[in-house]
Nanobody, 117 residues
Framework: QVQLVESGGGLVQAGGSLRLSCAASGRIFSITAMGWYRQAPGKQRELVAKISSGGRTNYADSVKGRFTISRNMVTVYLQMNSLKPEDTAVYYC?????????????WGQGTQVTVSS
């Protein structure tokens, strides 16, 4: 069982910054990719940013130039700058890889990010 624990969400004014963290734990052999998704009320969950084991990144167009994803071993970070009210959502961490139980794709419990105007 691979678990992901997120932290760093909160309330911030527009133009402000937040840094999210997500740590994976469990019997992990390898992680091929880690990413951040978000879901706003009444909307579908969408990809925000993803980083591969080789360091390749991809971002949603709406966050390019404002958000930066990085990774250190089993922890992934999302630095969010110049936040906008439309960034308000629950942010979820995801990790894909292989562990003692075979291949996995695990999700965190989510952390709320609220940007006030």
């Amino acid at each position: 069982q691979v678990q992901l624990v997120e932290s760093g969400g909160g309330l911030v004014q527009a133009g402000g910054s937040l840094r999210l963290s997500c740590a994976a734990s469990g019997r992990i052999f390898s992680i091929t990719a880690m990413g951040w998704y978000r879901q706003a009320p009444g909307k579908q969950r969408e990809l925000v940013a993803k980083i591969s084991s080789g360091g390749r990144t991809n971002y949603a167009d709406s966050v390019k130039g404002r958000f930066t994803i990085s990774r250190n071993m089993v922890t992934v970070y999302l630095q969010m700058n110049s936040l906008k009210p439309e960034d308000t959502a629950v942010y979820y961490c995801n990790a894909d890889g292989a562990g003692a139980g075979g291949a996995f794709s695990s999700w965190g419990q989510g952390t709320q990010v609220t940007v006030s105007s």
